[in-house]
C-alpha cells in the first residue's frame, strides 16, 4: 500500500513539472528511461494539450510498452512545446536543428490535421514531397466556438437564437455598436483573433468566414475566394479585431485580469477560440495549464460557446507519424506504438479531464463538455469541411492583406548592456537588429511604423532619455529606411525604462488611428536606471487610464524581456497594464523567433 501511496504522489509530482513547464516554445519534457540507451522519440505538440500529452508520454515510458516499442530496446517519448503553425514553417523548410528550433520530430502533433496539408503542400509546391501523413486518426476533438461573455451573448439571442459570422458583421458595422442592443455601456463590438499563420483557432476561423461569406459548407474554390462580396465580408470581419496574436492565451489571460476588476465586458466582446478554452477559462483556468499551489477561482461573469450556425470545424489533434529524412524506421514503429497506447480507452477518458471530447468513438463524450461549464455537448449541428490544401493556403495568403491595418512604434534599447556579447562574435544588440529588420518586412505596405531608440542622455547636447529615429509613416514608402537606421544602432549610456513606456504610450494615444490596430513594441534587456524617473506606480497609472474605458482609444504596449537581466516583472505589468502581452527572449539567440511571435500580434 505504502508503495502504491509513493506511486500516486510521483506521477502527480510529474504531471504538475508538466503543468508549470511553459518557457520557451522549444522546452521538451518527458521522463521514463533515459540514459539507459532507450531510442529518444521526439513529439512536438502544439501547447493546449501539453500538459495532458506530457503525463500520458510519461506513463508510457514507465509501461511494459516502451520496452519492446522498438527493436533491439526500449523507447522514450519525449513532448516539446510548439505551436502549430510555427512547427509547419518549420517542417516545411526541413526543421533546421537547433537550440531555438529543439529536436527534429518523429511525431507531429498539431491542433488540427489541416496542418499537415498545408506543410505538404508547401513542400510541394517548392519543389519537394510531402511528408506528412493524410487521413490520421484523431487524438482528441474540440470544435471552434465563438466564446463571449454571457450577458452579450443573451443579448444578441442566446441560447434560443442562432448566431452567426453574419450577426457579428452586422452588430461590428454598426455605428451605435452594443446600443443597438441596449447596452451602450459595452461601447462597440471588439473582437479577439490569433494570427492564423501560427494559431489553429485562427486558421479554423478564417475559413469559416470564406464559408459564412459563401452560404457553402464544403468545397471552398479560388473562384470563390477571388469573389468581391466575399473580400468585403472578411474585410468586414478582421475590421472589428482589437488585436491579433500567436495564442489564444494572450485573450483569455487579459480578459480574466479584466474580469477580476469588473471591466470584462469593456475589454473584448468576442474571441475566437477551441472549445475546451471556454471549459478552462470559467473553471477559473484561463490558460488550461494549472501551476503548482495555484487555486483555480470562477471568473465573475462566465464566457458561453457560441457554435456559429454556418458551422464550424473540429479541431482533430493528431498524432503524425512523419516520413521526413531525419526519421528512420525504428523511430516509426516505436512512434506508432505510442500512437496506438494514446488512443486506448483508459487514456482517452483523460481527454475528458482536460475538457476535450475522446478521439476514440467508443470512448463516450461526458462530463466536462456540459451545460453547466457553457458549452453544448449537442453542437455542433453543421461541420465544415477542411478545404483543399492549396485552398488553405490561399486563405492564410488572403489574410495577410484582408486583416486590419496596423500602427506600431518600434521602440529599441541601445543602452550600453546592449553592448554585451551574446554568440561568439555578435553582441545583444547585434542580435536585436537582425530579427527587428527581419520583422519590419513582415509588415503590410500600408501599415504604419515608426521607430525610437532609449537610453539615458541618448541625444547629445541634452538630457534626454528617447530619440525618434524615423517618424511614423506607411511601411511601404520607408522600409528600407528603418532598416538602415536600425544597421547603425550603437550602444550607448543606462536604461530609462519607466519613461519611454509611458511616453511612447502617450505619443501613439494622442495621435490614435481608430482604423488601425495601434500599438508600441519594446525590447529592453535591463531594467530601469534613470534617477530623474523611478516612479513605476506613476507609469502604470497612466497606462491603465488610457487604455480603460468604453470610449477609450486602445493602445497596447508589448514588452519582449531580452536577456537574463531583463526586468521581465516589470515588463509583465506594463503590458498586463494595456492588455498587451510580455515576450520572454531570456535566450537572445531565440529573439528571433521572438520578433516573430510579436509581430504576429499586428
Not at 216 to 239: M, S, Y
Not at 281 to 289: E, F, Q, T, V
Not at 340 to 369: C, D, H, S, W, Y
Amino acid at each position: 500500500m505504502r508503495s502504491r501511496r509513493w506511486l500516486s504522489v510521483l506521477v502527480m509530482f510529474l504531471v504538475l513539472t508538466a503543468a508549470c513547464a511553459r518557457g520557451t516554445d522549444s522546452d521538451v519534457f518527458g521522463e521514463g528511461q533515459q540514459g539507459n540507451g532507450c531510442k529518444p522519440v521526439t513529439v512536438a505538440s502544439s501547447p493546449e494539450k501539453l500538459e495532458l500529452l506530457t503525463a500520458l508520454a510519461n506513463e508510457f515510458n514507465r509501461s511494459k510498452a516502451a520496452a519492446t516499442a522498438a527493436a533491439g530496446g526500449c523507447v522514450q517519448v519525449r513532448v516539446a512545446r510548439k505551436s502549430s503553425g510555427a512547427a509547419a514553417e518549420l517542417l516545411a523548410q526541413g526543421w533546421p536543428e537547433n537550440e531555438a528550433n529543439g529536436p527534429q520530430p518523429v511525431i507531429w502533433s498539431p491542433a488540427a490535421s489541416s496542418w499537415g496539408s498545408i506543410v505538404n503542400q508547401r513542400l510541394t509546391v517548392a519543389g519537394g514531397e510531402g511528408f506528412v501523413p493524410a487521413d490520421p486518426e484523431p487524438f482528441m476533438l474540440t470544435p471552434l466556438v465563438i466564446a463571449m461573455p454571457k450577458p452579450m451573448a443573451e443579448a444578441l439571442g442566446w441560447p434560443d437564437t442562432p448566431i452567426g459570422y453574419a450577426d457579428l458583421l452586422t452588430l461590428a458595422r454598426d455605428p451605435q455598436g452594443w446600443a443597438s442592443k441596449g447596452h451602450p455601456e459595452w461601447g462597440q463590438f471588439k473582437l479577439g483573433k490569433t494570427n492564423p499563420n501560427y494559431s489553429t483557432s485562427a486558421l479554423s476561423a478564417t475559413v469559416a468566414q470564406y464559408y459564412a461569406a459563401t452560404g457553402k459548407q464544403d468545397d471552398l474554390t479560388r473562384e470563390d475566394l477571388a469573389r468581391p462580396d466575399v473580400e468585403a465580408f472578411n474585410r468586414g470581419v478582421e475590421g472589428s479585431v482589437v488585436h491579433y496574436g500567436d495564442i489564444t492565451m494572450t485573450f483569455l489571460n487579459n480578459w480574466f485580469r479584466n474580469d477580476r476588476r469588473g471591466t470584462s465586458l469593456t475589454y473584448v466582446s468576442a474571441v475566437a477560440i477551441e472549445e475546451k478554452s471556454v471549459i478552462d477559462y470559467n473553471k477559473g483556468n484561463p490558460d488550461g495549464i494549472t501551476d503548482p499551489g495555484e487555486e483555480p477561482r470562477a471568473p465573475r461573469v462566465p464566457l458561453v460557446a457560441i457554435y456559429p450556425k454556418e458551422g464550424t470545424l473540429f479541431s482533430d489533434n493528431p498524432l503524425f507519424v512523419l516520413d521526413a529524412p531525419w526519421v528512420d524506421e525504428g523511430e516509426k514503429e516505436a512512434a506508432r506504438a505510442f500512437s496506438q497506447f494514446v488512443r486506448r480507452p483508459a487514456a482517452q477518458k483523460r481527454t475528458l479531464e482536460f475538457g476535450f471530447r475522446p478521439g476514440n468513438p467508443e470512448v463516450q463524450t461526458g462530463a466536462p463538455i456540459e451545460a453547466a461549464n457553457g458549452v453544448d455537448p449537442n453542437q455542433p449541428q453543421t461541420t465544415l469541411r477542411v478545404p483543399e490544401p492549396a485552398i488553405l493556403v490561399e486563405i492564410i495568403d488572403r489574410w495577410a492583406q484582408q486583416r486590419r491595418a496596423a500602427r506600431v512604434l518600434l521602440v529599441i534599447d541601445v543602452s550600453g548592456s546592449m553592448g554585451e556579447e551574446a554568440a561568439p562574435g555578435q553582441t545583444k544588440l547585434d542580435l536585436a537588429k537582425t530579427a527587428a529588420i527581419d520583422a519590419v518586412a513582415q509588415f503590410k505596405a500600408e501599415d504604419q511604423v515608426g521607430l525610437r531608440i532609449f537610453s539615458t542622455d541618448v541625444q547629445s547636447g541634452e538630457p534626454k532619455d528617447y530619440l525618434d529615429l524615423v517618424p511614423m509613416g506607411p511601411i511601404g514608402a520607408q522600409r528600407e529606411q528603418i532598416a538602415s537606421k536600425i544597421r547603425n544602432l550603437t550602444p550607448v549610456a543606462g536604461t530609462p525604462l519607466y519613461t519611454v513606456a509611458r511616453e511612447s504610450f502617450q505619443l501613439m494615444k494622442e495621435s490614435y488611428d481608430p482604423a488601425r490596430i495601434n500599438a508600441v513594441v519594446l525590447l529592453t534587456d535591463g531594467r530601469n536606471e534613470d534617477p530623474r524617473n523611478d516612479d513605476l506606480e506613476g507609469a502604470l497609472r497612466v497606462l491603465r487610464a488610457g487604455s480603460e474605458g468604453t470610449s477609450a482609444s486602445p493602445v497596447r504596449v508589448f514588452t519582449i524581456a531580452y536577456g537574463q537581466d531583463a526586468d521581465a516583472g516589470v515588463l509583465r505589468r506594463i503590458a498586463e497594464a494595456t492588455d498587451a502581452a510580455t515576450y520572454d527572449a531570456a535566450d537572445p539567440a531565440t529573439i528571433d523567433n521572438v520578433f516573430t511571435a510579436v509581430i504576429s500580434n499586428f
